[in-house]
């Protein structure tokens, strides 16, 4: 979808007056009002009203990854708040509330296991729905000290599995356990937040913390479609109006937020699924015929996942580099191992160290 939209569209949902100035408008040369988006829900909308005819094509999620723009009045900590930011947006059409149930669900376990994946606990948590409306909306928290909301929930959030967690995608009645074992542990913003509950659970499992949204689910139904006449043939010859949500993840703040919640004083802490580079090879001696031959053999191997240090630097300064990066591996090529065919290798989480044959250190690093 284009990152530029008709103001026309937005005047159809009643949104272009009651967005306020976070929205950027702007003219073209005809004098037409545009905007530069910043969420796509009229957008989305309007494609399913010229695409889609037919209730049977029935649910649907489109998504996409486009550029937004808000007009953020306090933009601060770069990608964390910026103006123009990255997003993940989706939108799901459904033929009844019952379907846009599961619909929501299911999102909301994908993100779950998307955010274990990326290395990082998100704790969803009952949301106010702002400017994108609708009454059933969650945030997802990822915590860290210079996040901008105060959070609060029960540690049992931190012990659950949801990749391997027996809950499949579109299921009714498995997304219901889903939702069930996720509302009855406590978590709640600031906004939200209800002392007398918390203080219910035992103080060993209160966590309070600061928290960066990362993502965020939103349940509007006909909020959207209603108003702009997006009306498909249904089972009996009637309309129906489908129920609608949409479903956002910053990608550009998650590069923030990983680092924010994976960090030490050295610098990055790359989880392992996100790292840019996996390995750094460093050469401790550029210009030894022993090191150089290793450090190329190694680079070679590693396919593209590994950075190349030969700089003419000191020994610490590219140490120092390496844990900065925050590569989860690195491989130290020195002369005097380099002779015996043999390099160490350290685990950047761990800080441990080991001296290893060229052979085992490709195959700890590729396992
Ligand atoms: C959901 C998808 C929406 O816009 N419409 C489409 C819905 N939701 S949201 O909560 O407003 O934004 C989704 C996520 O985008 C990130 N985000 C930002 N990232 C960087 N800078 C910003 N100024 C910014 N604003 C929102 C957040 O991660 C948010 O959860």
């Known amino acids: 979808m284009p990152t530029v939209q008709p103001a026309e569209l937005w005047r159809q949902s009643g949104r272009y007056d009651a967005y306020g100035p976070e929205m950027l408008r702007i003219r073209d040369r005809h004098d037409r009002e545009l905007l530069y988006g910043p969420t796509n829900e009229e957008m989305v909308t309007d494609l399913f009203r010229q695409g889609v005819r037919s209730y049977r094509e029935l649910p649907q999620n489109l998504y996409h990854i486009q550029w937004k723009f808000r007009d953020e009045i306090r933009p601060r900590f770069g990608v964390m708040r910026g103006r123009e930011f990255l997003m993940k947006d989706a939108y799901s059409f459904d033929v009844d509330y019952a379907g846009a149930v599961v619909s929501y669900r299911t999102m909301m376990l994908a993100y779950m296991r998307t955010f274990q994946r990326l290395g990082l606990r998100a704790i969803p948590m009952q949301a106010d729905s702002g400017p994108i409306g609708g009454d059933l909306s969650h945030e997802f928290i990822v915590l860290a000290p210079t996040g901008e909301s105060e959070v609060f ?134 210009g030894d015929r022993a090191c150089d031959k290793i450090a190329e053999e190694l680079y070679g191997r590693m396919d593209g996942e590994a950075l190349l240090d030969d700089r003419d630097e000191r020994p610490g300064a590219k140490f120092a580099d390496a844990d900065l990066m925050g590569h989860p591996w690195q491989i130290i090529v020195g002369p005097r191992g380099a002779a015996a065919g043999e390099v160490e290798i350290k685990r950047r989480v761990t800080g441990e160290r080991t001296i290893r044959s060229v052979q085992s250190a490709l195959a700890e690093i590729l396992r």
């Open 153 to 286: 929930y029960d540690s049992r959030f931190e012990e659950i599995d949801w990749v391997s967690a027996e809950y499949r995608y579109g299921n009714a009645s498995d997304l219901e356990r889903f939702f069930e074992q996720m509302t009855s542990l406590y978590a709640a913003t600031d906004e939200k937040h209800d002392t007398s509950a918390f203080l219910t659970l035992p103080e060993e499992r209160r966590r309070s913390g600061r928290g960066i949204e990362v993502g965020h689910i939103f349940y509007f139904g006909k909020k959207y479609s209603g108003p702009m006449n997006l009306s498909l043939s249904g089972p009996d010859g009637q309309r129906i109006v489908p129920h609608m949500g949409s479903y956002g993840i910053g990608v550009s703040r998650l590069v923030g937020g990983i680092i924010e919640a994976s960090h030490d004083d050295a610098g990055i802490v790359w989880p392992d699924p996100v790292a840019p580079w996996k390995v750094a090879i460093i050469n401790l001696k550029p």
